[in-house]
């Protein structure tokens, strides 16, 4: 009997699970889920006669080695920090590992290791990046295939509310790991426009984003997402003039956040800030009067700082927030980013019946025998309420695709690997479709 482990029973994790108690039950496996709080994986495996919750401390070898062990894969939901424990494990024992997040460095220092075992750690397999991949060199590859060449790709994805739940002044609510979303774009940012290289610092992400429309849905802007350029040779486009891969928003999400960014109330690092029996309006003011060194209200630091028209929508976004409350901050939060993160839960959360939504669009310009074309490839995915998300669904069942190939030694590579590769993204993009996740194309 195969033994599947997964590491992790949160938000993201409910479609995995579910997807994998179904293929266990038909493939008579067994899949055991391993979290640090019981009764998370107990809620999600549901006393399935073929899996198991368990508790574990991932930072304890012990109980980590011990459940690697038993198993003939590894899906990790873990945070991105937390991965390179379990990975190491996966190396020293034999085991394939997937994972949702993106390579780091910690993972790429082993795969000497990982080649030399002859294992396969498939990284990067969920929505985005994941998905994106797939979607993206499926299109790239046909266009290849006909001799063409590409001169313009962009890629966008954006994990959204849907517009019938749509109803606070952000525009927005969490559907995945809070702490992600709070320091998107921290690292800055880096892509390739009409063969010019532009590169982005934290404050700079969030500023000016440019809006696109799909479909019937309401307008979206998008900011640049990470480091680009590191995929153009991954998707083998050194030739193209424009390659950028971005998130998207609804358009008002990314005026506020850039407020948010600029006041530093993401920083993880000023804890000295932070002091005991403190409130939000306190913890704000403070922030506010760094800008220029004397007392400073909200509405007068938009007056110089911020374009008038935004104003009054910006506002409304910090006021739902209550971050000028003078209630108490909690002595759990112990940084800026702890504080902001404490309010963006309470107050953007999904409620039991909201819908969340995903949503992808590639845009690729490309020439075939003299001839300029182009292609708009979108996903649109709509959750069904809080727990079976839209999100979920997307980075689950890739995992969870991926995970039974591996195991019916369908998908056969060995090595550190991201899903560009066909005998990947085929048969799981194939797998996708009858779940609903299916790209619509148009062309001209």
Known sequence: MKTILVFGAGKSATVLIDYLKNTCAEKNWKL???????QQAEAKVQQHSHAQAVEVNVTAADERSMLIEAADIVVSLLPPSLHI??????????????????????????????????????????????????????????????????????SHCGGLVAPESNDNPWHYKISWNPRNI???GQAGAAYKQANNIIRKNYNEVFENCEQ???????????????????????????????????????????????????????????ATEITQHQTYQEWFAAKLKKIEGRELSFRMYLELYV??????????????????????????AKSSADILQQRIEKKLALQ???????????????????????????????????L????????GLPLGIAAKLILEEKIKLKGLHIPTRKEIYEPVLEELKMHSVKFKEERF
């Not at 008038?308 to 910006?314: L, P």
């Not at 969340?356 to 979108?378: A, F, M, P, R």
Request: proline fraction near 3%.
């Open 32 to 38: 055991i889920v391993a979290d640090s709080n019981l």
């Open 85 to 154: 424990h379990v990975a190491k494990d996966c190396v020293a024992i034999g085991r394939n590992l997937l994972t949702a997040s993106y390579v780091d460095e910690a993972i790429k220092q082993l795969e000497a290791e990982i080649n030399s075992k002859e294992i396969l750690f498939l990284c990067e397999m969920g929505l985005d990046p994941g998905i994106d991949h797939m979607s993206a060199m499926q299109l790239i590859d046909e266009i290849r295939s006909k001799g063409g060449t590409i001169s313009s790709f962009k």
């Open 182 to 184: 709070l320091m998107a």
């Open 212 to 270: 696109l429309q799909i479909d019937e849905l309401p307008l979206f802007a998008w900011y640049p997402n990470r480091d680009s350029l590191s995929y153009i040779p991954l998707y083998h486009l050194q030739e193209a003039e424009t390659f950028i891969r971005t998130t998207l928003r609804y358009a008002p999400f990314c005026n506020g956040w850039d407020v948010v960014v600029d006041l530093d109330l993401t920083n993880e690092t000023d």
């Open 307 to 332: 374009a008038e028209a935004a104003h009054d929508t910006i506002l409304e976004q910090f006021a739902f927030l209550e971050l000028e409350s003078d209630e108490d901050i909690p002595s759990t």
């Open 352 to 386: 039991p019946a909201d819908k969340d939504l995903i949503v992808i669009l590639h845009e690729i310009d490309y020439t075939i025998n003299g001839k300029q074309s182009s292609i708009k490839s979108s996903l649109v995915v709509k959750g069904e309420d809080s």
């Open 388 to 395: 079976h998300t839209a999100m979920a669904k997307t980075v």
